[in-house]
């Protein structure tokens, strides 16, 4: 049996020699919006385990990398600075982010980019895979600001809604999912998806 094709890349934390390519793609793909590349080093000093990369398995022995992700783990306070759109995701720094091994009071999803289709569906699977471990951890809340279309929709795939339902807009603007909730949204979809599907045989 052939495996889905994103099943052809890895995800592993970055070093710090992926740091300034992380930092290219990011200033790419977000048109210059992103943190500076030092303040990004000092993210990962402070944690390395935020910024993740998505590589092919044929280029593990090559630098170069085909996306990321990035999930900053916060502070009760500055969370709800994010949750209303007081501090922005460019401007965290390392006194927004727990210390250690300290339990975060939710996370914030900085950004998710990659090169192909194929690795998009890596990066966005890891990413999935990362949160459902902290929400085994009881880490629930979870914040995003989609800035693109595409961003958006893979949001309210999975469960994000928009916090300022005041909004006109949706883009760009804060999006929150309860991890908890999700996760028992979509095992009830599945058994009575099982339910049905047994039903009708």
């Known amino acids: 049996m052939d495996l889905p094709d994103w099943f052809h890349f890895h995800a592993d934390p970055a070093s ?5 390519e992380i930092h290219q793609m990011a200033f790419e793909f977000f048109d210059g919006d992103v943190s500076t590349l030092e303040s990004m080093t000092a993210l990962h000093q402070h944690n390395d385990k935020i910024f993740w990369i998505v590589r092919g398995n044929r280029k593990r022995a090559q630098k ?3 996306g990321y992700f990035c999930v900053l783990p916060l502070k009760e306070a500055p969370a709800k600075l994010v949750m209303t759109e007081v501090l922005r995701g460019a401007k965290i720094t390392n006194e927004h982010l727990a210390a250690g ?3 975060p009071y939710a996370l914030y999803v900085g950004a998710i980019a990659a090169q192909s289709l194929f690795s998009r569906a890596a990066a966005l699977n890891h990413l999935v895979g990362f949160l459902d471990a902290c929400r085994r951890q ?4 979870v914040y995003a600001r989609p800035v693109t279309n ?3 929709r893979v949001c309210r795939h999975h469960g994000f809604e928009i916090v300022d339902k005041q909004a006109d807009a949706p883009l760009g603007k ?4 309860d991890l908890d909730r999700e996760y028992r949204r979509r095992s009830n979809s599945a058994y009575i998806g099982g339910a049905r599907r ?3 045989n």
């Open 138 to 141: 009881e880490i629930v809340n």
């Open 64 to 66: 170069k990398i085909d």
């Open 101 to 103: 091994d300290d339990k």
């Open 174 to 177: 804060i999006h929150h999912l």
């Open 16 to 20: 710090f020699s992926d740091l300034e």
């Open 150 to 152: 595409d961003g958006l």
């Open 198 to 200: 047994g039903k009708a």
